[in-house]
């Protein structure tokens, strides 16, 4: 062995690790890196799963959720062994981190009341309007309080047994660890944040407890504790251990950093916490955070209000639907490909149509492309209907097809970005990280052109958030090694990120070419014109049991 192989396999047998895992929309993904270095991946390990269309309710059983950490789990173990010759039995510390919002809701017991109901779901439009009105702060229709807001308006049954709601990451870390805790960047995805306290705003509670139609609620005693990045936030229990790997290698007594929501993590695998800085992460869904310098002058549908792990306020665009749609093409694609005799593998179909999208025309041709699966707020949709339109004197090209697949991941992005723009919020730098982004040069290109900014890559942009959560974990490890009080600052995370994550990272920075520019403009007018015609769509082509 080499000398950092041996160190590598040294790190994994005595618990120099730091591991994180991410539940995605669709993959469930686990990160191992070295404690004391976690710019260095040692192992990787991924379970793929799907949502479900349960009585018009995106959801995942409880069931799916074990068995798809389990294999995870599973998989980095024999990673780690097939790269290191060891397989891991502790870690320095450990995190959990899965998409945002939704809502999970327990009896005193610890039994779920009503199945999980995920962010995609589009049905909390009454609730979101009462408290977005209440409040003069934005909630969104995803939101964990405009669930349960929401229950409570309709009078479900389940709501006079409620002793607490969180959400995905909330809900796995609570079953590892015992602790009914939330970091800061996921509980803002539950319920608005004062930066000025770390915590849910004591303003806005007060005036939930007024409302006529939440009457009976004690909304503090039901939300999770928060906490902040560097805080601990709880240890692996036995039941936690077993739970987590059923074979019994895994020794309890792990440190967990807080659990955090997909933008958090996605902030960190990105080194964007500091104001004037934000992400793009592409996937199932699409999302851009900005840090900001002061609050917005007014209220926007468009933007949430939600913070970095350490508490700062973000303004965050955030858009049901992302690369699914892609994806799909793709598929076809390599069955097209597949049924001509010449097979590629799935990595190869997207490269040969991205890089075919280069010779794009810089507006797609005139064509449309909408990646519409489930109801997009932003652009007004409460259904999806993906859609590829275009006109009698538009170019059907391969390259201006997949540029406008391109485009379209990104159509609802852009009129978000814009509001943004508006306000006066400054950006210095977009980093992008997403699988989409694999591909050099083209996703990132058409990006840039899109916002108008400089949009970078680092080498770490497929590993995503699962990456991220295990940067917050070492982080926590290394807050411990130093007798540090636990909780930090936006400025000692944004320092430690860095100087010990990114401090030897290449990235690469793709500038806004005037082409891109003019043209993703001229596709984006087209593109606010042709959500009419999405709109008939969903008007006049019902679908049982698939809308959202």
Known sequence: MTAPETRHGDAIATGRTALGIEFGSTRIKACLVDADDPGTVLAVGSHEWENEYVDRLWTYSLDSVWSGLQAAYADLVADAEQRHGIRPSTFAAMGVSAMMHGYLAFDADGELLVPFRTWRNTNTGPAAAELTKAFGVNIPLRWSIAHLHQAVIDGEPHIHRIDSFTTLAGYVHRRLTGRNALGVGDASGMFPIDPATTTYDGDLLDLYAALESARGIDLPALLPEVLVAGQDAGTLTEEGAALLDPTGALRP???????????????????????????????????????????????????????????????????????????????????????????RPTDAVYQTLFREALGGEADAGGLLAYNHLAGEPIAGLSEGRPLVLRTPDSRLTLANFVRAQLYGVFGTLALGMRVLRDEGVALDRMFAHGGMFRTAGVAQRFLAGAIDAPVSVADTASEGGAWGIAVLAAYLSASQGTGGA?????????????????????????NAHPDDVAGFATYLQRYQAGLAVEQAAIDAIPVEGASA
């Open 486 to 510: 636990g909780a930090s600052t936006a400025a000692e995370l944004d320092a430690y990120l860095r100087h010990r994550v990114f401090g030897g990272f290449a990235f690469e920075t793709t």
């Open 253 to 343: 007594g792990v440190p967990f950093c807080p659990p955090e929501g997909d933008a958090g993590t996605g902030m960190v695998a990105t080194a964007s916490i500091a104001p004037r800085t934000g992400n793009v992460s592409a996937g199932t869904s699409i999302f851009a955070m900005v840090v900001l310098e002061h609050p917005l002058a007014s209220v926007h549908h468009e933007l949430d209000l939600v913070t970095t792990p350490a508490g700062d306020l973000v303004a965050m665009v955030h858009c049901n639907n992302g690369a699914s749609e892609l994806a799909a093409w793709a598929g076809l694609f390599g069955r097209f490909a597949e049924a001509s005799g010449a097979p």
